[in-house]
């Protein structure tokens, strides 16, 4: 069994910062690709970040620059740090990791981030 579990949404202003966190243990000693993607209300659950376990990253583009993604190894623990948080980067952010060959990618329930103007 594998639990991903994030941690850190919240309610901010619009220009302010969040700090999200996801942890993924269980069965699984080590994990290839961490990411986070994001669900607004009546859309589709969108790329955020991704990040390898070499720490090659990748952004979608409407991120780049604002929000940064990382990851420790040792604790199989991923961060997103959001800055200059805009209202339409309100939805459910989801973590998931890649449990690598032969095994699945792991999602958590998902954590809300609320930016108001």
């Known amino acids: 069994q594998v639990q991903v579990v994030e941690s850190g949404g919240g309610l901010v202003q619009a220009g302010g910062s969040l700090r999200l966190s996801c942890a993924a243990s269980?069965?699984?000693?080590?994990?290839?690709?961490m990411g986070w993607y994001r669900q607004a209300p009546g859309k589709q659950r969108e790329l955020v970040a991704t990040i390898t376990s070499g720490g090659r990253t990748n952004y979608a583009d409407s991120m780049k620059g604002r929000f940064t993604i990382s990851r420790d190894n040792a604790k199989n623990t991923v961060y997103l740090q959001m800055n200059s948080l805009k209202p339409e980067d309100t939805a459910v952010y989801y973590c998931?990791?890649?449990?690598?060959?032969?095994?699945?990618?792991?999602w958590g329930q998902g954590t809300q981030v609320t930016v108001s103007s």
């Open positions: 998931n990791a890649d449990g690598g060959p032969g095994y699945p990618v792991y």
């Open positions: 269980g069965s699984i000693f080590s994990f290839n690709a």
